[in-house]
């Protein structure tokens, strides 16, 4: 019991004495100084102290607390101290350039507490380099890596700078302050696959005074997708009808160990079309193409926040149909020198669509264009006979690599030739016939397109007509005197042409012609007689035989015993100058006329008929 009492009794003492000290202490001032004062070499000892002016009602026994700060703001704590004395040392050892910047201390005592106004302290040299730890050093994209940058022998505060290496120069990733660590760490997501080289740096407090940069630390970084493919059958191209496979497939990397699924979308546009979220490493899928299929599709392959899509453009062509060749001969046949066109056309099929003209005969393109439409034209400027048969086109549309062609149906093109002016003739070695004669006429044509329908006309009567597919003959019976004016008229699809009239022989009766010839002379004598008879003066020296023709004729005008062919009659009237006295008149002339029959072989004898003239007796 006395123990305890006492034990109490000292507690009470110990209360009543320490309250007793704290009534009236009052700090007057606290400062800061340094020893060497401004600016000191790197490497030297500086001594910071701190003072103070306390005023207490007795002694004080190490109450007094020194705490000494580096910072404006009293950001790192260097040390604290309990002391009787009024003042503290705190002493840096080999200064260094980090240790540049604001000091200060406060004094706490018997409840009250006063902090020095700060003192700046610059060490002149360079920050240490600092020293980059990494982890892991190889990782996938989309990983998170582990940066450690320290600086030992540096203290607080301090700025520490992160680089990375990229597109051929250090950028600066991140920048973190430390007010009481010389060191820190960094974890930062690996975005791209060369994101692969890293280093950092320390500054000071103040901004001025930097550090070099650590070594350079490279780290493997791997695509999370080691392949990421995209692939849209088929390859060579895409018409509509075809069976269109579209497929996305990824391989990820054997460094990945994260349990995260991947997930893959095939996307058209920005519509997407299939999404595979099971981890399954494949997306697929298989349809007929059509139009509306054309455009834009993706693959997207996602884990964790990596990202990555591949990109093909799809368009689907619609094949031409079979084409239609026409031209512009309604009649499917061409006047020759006359020009027409050939056109092929088709309903339907994407531009642009290659248009080829053959001439079956030949095989070889004729012509060939390419287009943006529809239809394509063939012109031939001037037909020829030779241009004549079967013409076809083709039409011809391509996707990608692959193509489609069609072709036309067969028309037949036929150049025809219009028919010259035909030529009427007779086929005969004579130009004179008798009556009853049967006398053959050809009618005939340089050019035209068979068949030819020729027509025979007399003074524009129609004869006959005949079809052939080559030039004709008429034959035509010699009964009437006035045969004459004979022309032909040759025709085919194109044109019509008419010969000249013909008008090339005699047609004859031997015994009207034979009394006609005699008349003729009768008058000529007696005319002849008048003159002598008026001109007595005029010697007769004509001969008694001058006067004289012989006649021997047939009923078919032929001269008896005579073996000739050839049918004809000469008449010629000669002029003989007679024997005068006095020439001053030409009615003085005598007239003479020479008949000359020649005839030609005949099948039937007919009576002969003889005359014989004698001049002089009438």
């Not at 460094?255 to 979308?265: A, G, I, Q, R, V």
């Not at 007679?578 to 003085?588: H, R, V």
Request: proline share 3%.
């Amino acid at each position: 019991m006395l123990k305890a009492g006492i034990l109490v009794l000292s507690e009470l003492l110990c209360a009543v004495v320490t309250a007793d000290f704290s009534k009236g202490v009052t700090i007057n001032l606290v400062e800061i100084k340094s020893d060497p004062e401004g600016s000191a070499k790197m490497g030297i000892s500086i001594n910071l102290t701190c003072s103070a002016n306390i005023v207490a009602p007795r002694a004080l026994a190490h109450q007094i607390s020194y705490s000494f700060y580096k910072g404006s703001a009293k950001m790192f704590l260097l040390e604290n101290v309990v002391s009787t004395q009024l003042h503290s040392t705190f002493t840096i050892k080999s200064a260094r350039a980090s240790h540049t910047g604001f000091y200060a201390c406060t004094v706490e005592v018997g409840g009250e507490m006063m902090t020095s106004d700060p003192l700046h302290v610059e060490v002149k040299g360079h920050l240490q380099k600092p020293q980059l730890a990494v982890h892991p050093t190889k990782l996938i994209v989309g990983s998170q890596i582990g940066l450690l940058c320290q600086a030992d022998e540096e203290i607080p505060p301090l700025i520490f700078v992160f680089q990375k290496y990229k597109n051929g120069q250090f950028i600066k990733v991140y920048e973190i302050k430390k007010n009481s660590q010389n060191y820190t760490n960094l974890k930062i997501k690996i975005k791209d696959a060369t994101d692969q080289a890293y280093r950092c740096s320390i500054q000071g407090e103040d901004l001025q005074n930097i550090s070099d940069f650590s070594e350079v630390v490279n780290v493997t970084v791997q695509d999370p997708f080691s392949s990421h493919q995209f692939t849209i059958e088929p390859q060579s191209g895409f018409f509509v009808g075809d069976e269109l496979t579209i497929k996305c497939t990824v391989q990820m990397s054997h460094l990945n160990s994260s349990d995260t699924k991947l997930e893959l979308t095939i996307v058209k546009d920005t519509i997407p079309l299939m999404t595979n979220v099971n981890g399954s490493l494949e997306a697929k899928i298989s349809k007929t193409a059509n139009t509306n299929d054309s455009g834009e599709y993706l693959c997207n392959a996602k884990w964790q926040s990596s990202f990555k899509t591949v990109k093909q453009q799809v368009d689907v062509t619609v094949p031409v149909s079979t084409p239609i060749l026409s031209s512009t001969s309604i009649h499917r046949f061409v006047v020759q020198g006359d020009g027409y066109n050939l056109t092929c056309s088709v309903s339907g099929g994407s531009w642009p669509i290659t248009y080829t003209f053959y001439k079956e005969a030949t095989g070889r393109p004729l012509h060939q264009m390419n287009l943006s439409g529809f239809e394509a034209v063939y012109s031939i400027p001037s037909a020829q006979t030779s241009q004549s048969g079967k013409y076809f086109c083709k039409a011809t549309n391509s996707a990608g690599k692959s193509t489609r062609t069609k072709r036309s149906l067969d028309i037949n093109i036929t150049v025809k030739v219009p028919v010259s002016t035909p030529q009427l003739s007779a086929l005969l070695n004579t130009t004179i016939v008798n009556f009853g004669d049967n006398v053959t006429l050809q009618c005939i044509t340089s050019t035209g397109t068979l068949p030819i329908t020729y027509s025979l006309y007399r003074n524009h009567s129609h004869l006959a007509t005949i079809l052939t597919a080559q030039s004709t003959v008429f034959q035509v019976t010699i009964n009437s005197s006035e045969h004459y004016g004979y022309s032909c008229t040759a025709e085919n699809h194109i044109s019509s042409q008419s010969s000249h009239s013909y008008q090339h022989w005699l047609v004859y009766s031997p015994i009207l012609l034979g009394i006609m010839l005699i008349l003729c002379c009768i008058v000529k004598h007696q005319k002849s007689k008048r003159l002598k008879a008026q001109n007595q003066h005029i010697q007769d020296s004509y001969r008694e035989n001058d006067y004289v023709i012989d006649l021997e004729l047939d009923k078919t005008g032929s001269a008896s015993g005579s073996s000739c062919e050839a049918q004809y009659i000469n008449v010629k009237r000669q002029m003989k100058e007679p024997k005068m006295e006095n020439s001053g008149s030409n009615e003085n002339n005598v007239k003479y006329t020479e008949i000359n029959f020649a005839c030609r072989k005949v099948q039937q004898q007919n009576p002969t008929i003889y005359a014989r003239i004698d001049m002089t007796k009438l």
